[in-house]
């Protein structure tokens, strides 16, 4: 079991940043692929940002590149979700994930999933 937990989160102006952090247990960076997902209300969960555990290669929805930067600490266990310039509609429930069946892009590949975090930006 991967018990993975997110933080950072806030309420921000539209313009503004944060940064989220999602702590994992030691290794799991070496052993899965990472992400984040967000949940708007009302919308379904999607894709933001994944992190390649073999190449570190990173993978962004076009609404984050730009904007958005995925990176990872593996001394602290620790990756992080830069977001700046951000909008309304960036608003949702923020989820960290761990997985490595799959497409970086889609949920079903992520095996472990955080408990969510808010970000709340306001117009």
């Known amino acids: 079991q991967v018990q993975l937990v997110e933080s950072g989160g806030g309420l921000v102006q539209a313009g503004g940043s944060l940064r989220l952090s999602c702590a994992a247990p030691g290794r799991t960076f070496s052993r899965y692929h990472m992400a984040w997902f967000r949940q708007a209300p009302g919308k379904e969960r999607e894709f933001v940002t994944a992190?390649?555990?073999?190449?570190?290669?990173?993978y962004y929805t076009d609404s984050a590149k730009g904007r958005f930067t995925v990176s990872k600490d593996n001394a602290k266990n620790t990756v992080y979700l830069q977001m700046n310039s951000l909008k309304p509609e960036d608003t949702a429930v923020y989820y960290c994930a761990a997985g490595n069946q799959g497409s970086y892009y889609s949920a079903s590949t992520y095996h472990y999933w955080g408990q969510g975090t808010q970000v709340t930006v306001s117009s």
């Open positions: 992190i390649s555990s073999i190449t570190s290669s990173t």
